[in-house]
C-alpha cells in the first residue's frame, strides 16, 4: 500500500495538480484505510464508493477543478446531498433522499472535491450520540456532534471533512480525536441546505489534519484565497492566555496542556500575557445554553409534534428545556451577547488571538454520551473565529489541545497564528 490516505491535503492538493499522483490513486488508498477500520470505528453513515471512484476518474481525465482537485472528502450527514441520503442523524428521516446539496457542499464539488460518503452525525447535530468510536482508543467516544468526520479524518479515512458547531461540535470532537477543528467567523460558509437547529448560533466549519489543511479547505468553500497558508509565517503573533470563567471546570490534563503552552510559547520568545475577560463574559455560557435550546425547540417543532416517538430522551429533554426558556430570558440572553461582542475589541486590544482551553478534558470514556461543550459554547456565541490545535497527549494516552480564538473577521490572521503556535507546541511533523 502507497498509504497516500497519510499525506496532507495540502501535499496531496500540489501533488494532485503537479500529476505526480492521481486522484484514483489517492482515493484507493483511502477506500483500503475505510475497508481496513470501518468495521471497529463507525464513522460513515453511508459511503458510496464507486460512485467516488467514477469521480476520481473523471478528474484525472481532465485539467485542475480547483483548489481541491482529487481531494476526498466526507460530508456530515446533516448536509442535504442530492446523490446520497441524508438522515440528520435521526430514524424520522432514514430514508430522506434531498433533491440537491446543501450550496456549501455544491461549492466543494465545483472546486474539485470527491465526496466519498456521508460521515455520521449525532441526532440533529446535538448531542444523542450515533456509533461512532474514538480512533485513538475505541472504548472512548469522539466527540460530537461531528463524530464521524473528526474520526474519519484522524485515522487517515480521508484528509478533509466537513463539520458544523452551534456549541462544541468542531472543536470538541477535534480535540478528543486530536486533529485540526476550524470554526470560521459566523456566517463565512454558507449554510443553505444544512439542517438548521439554531439561526443565531449555527457555523459551517472544517475538520482536517493541520492547520494549512483546514484554510484550504474553507479558502475553496469561500472563494478567500487569501486565507490559504502556502508558507508559515515569520511574524511572532502577540498571544493572550485566557483561562475564561469556565476554568475551575478544567481537569488536571487541560491545566497541564494549558499551562506548558504558555512556557513553550514565552520560550519562543512571543508576547505572551494573561487575559481576564471582562466580568459580564462570565453569564455567557449559561446565555448560550439558553439561546440554544430554545432555538432547538422551534426548529424541530414539526419533528416534536409528528414524531416526538422517535426522538431520543436527550433530545425531548433538550426540546422541552427549550419551549421552558421565556421570551425574556431569551432577549437577557441575546442582550448580553449584544454587550459582550461590543467589548471584543477592548478584549483584542494588544493581542493578535486569545488560547484558550478547548475541552474539560480528554475524551470521556464509553459511546453513550459526547463530552461537555462547556470551553467551546461562548466563542461559538460570540461568532469569533476559533481554531483547534492538537499538542500532546494525555495520562491515559488519549489526545489534549487548546483553541486558538481571534477576533470577528480576522479569520485569515487567526490561521496564520495558530500554525506558527501549532509548530512551537507540537513541531511541524503533521504539516
Known sequence: MSHLNRLSASSAARKLAAREITAEAL????????????????????????????????????????????????????????????????????????????????????????????????????????????????????????????????????????????????????????????????????????????????????????????ALFVAALTNRHDLLIDQPTA????????????????????????????????????????????????????????????????SLAHENLARRKDLSGDMTRMIDAGVAVSSQQYDAARSLTRACRAMLPEVFKGFDVLIAPSTVGCAPAGITATGDPLFNRIWTLLHVPVVHVPVADGPNGLPVGVTVVGAVGADRATLMAAEWIHARLRGDEQA
Open 27 to 214: 482515493l484507493a488508498d483511502c477506500i483500503e484505510r475505510i475497508a481496513e477500520r470501518e468495521p471497529d470505528v463507525h464513522a460513515w453513515a453511508f459511503l458510496d464508493t464507486d460512485a467516488a471512484m467514477r469521480r476520481a476518474r473523471s478528474l484525472d481525465s481532465r485539467g485542475p477543478a480547483g483548489l481541491l482537485h482529487g481531494l476526498p472528502i466526507a460530508v456530515k450527514d446533516i448536509f442535504d446531498t442530492f446523490d446520497m441520503p441524508t438522515s440528520y442523524g435521526s430514524p424520522i428521516y432514514a430514508k430522506h433522499r434531498p433533491a440537491s446539496d446543501a450550496a456549501c457542499v455544491a461549492v466543494a464539488r465545483a472546486a474539485g472535491a470527491v465526496v466519498v460518503g456521508k460521515s455520521v452525525t449525532t441526532e440533529f447535530a446535538t448531542f444523542h450520540p450515533g456509533p461512532t468510536r474514538n480512533p485513538r482508543n475505541l472504548q472512548h467516544t469522539p466527540g460530537g456532534s461531528s463524530s464521524g468526520s473528526a474520526a474519519a479524518v484522524a485515522d487517515w479515512m480521508v484528509p478533509l471533512a466537513f463539520g458544523s458547531q452551534t456549541a462544541g461540535s468542531i472543536v470538541r470532537p477535534a480535540a478528543f480525536c486530536g486533529i485540526v477543528g476550524y470554526k470560521p467567523t459566523f456566517g463565512m460558509v454558507i449554510r443553505v441546505g444544512v439542517k438548521m437547529i439554531s439561526d443565531y448560533l449555527d457555523t459551517i466549519g472544517v475538520l482536517a489534519r493541520s492547520v494549512p489543511d483546514s
Open 235 to 298: 511574524d511572532v503573533p502577540r498571544i493572550g492566555m485566557c483561562r475564561t470563567y469556565e476554568w475551575n471546570r478544567a481537569q488536571p490534563e487541560t491545566v497541564a496542556v494549558f499551562e506548558s503552552a504558555e512556557k513553550q510559547l514565552r520560550a519562543a520568545r512571543a508576547t505572551v500575557r494573561n487575559v481576564t475577560l471582562p466580568s459580564p463574559f462570565a453569564g455567557l455560557a449559561e446565555a448560550q445554553t439558553a439561546i440554544m435550546v430554545s432555538e432547538v425547540a422551534k
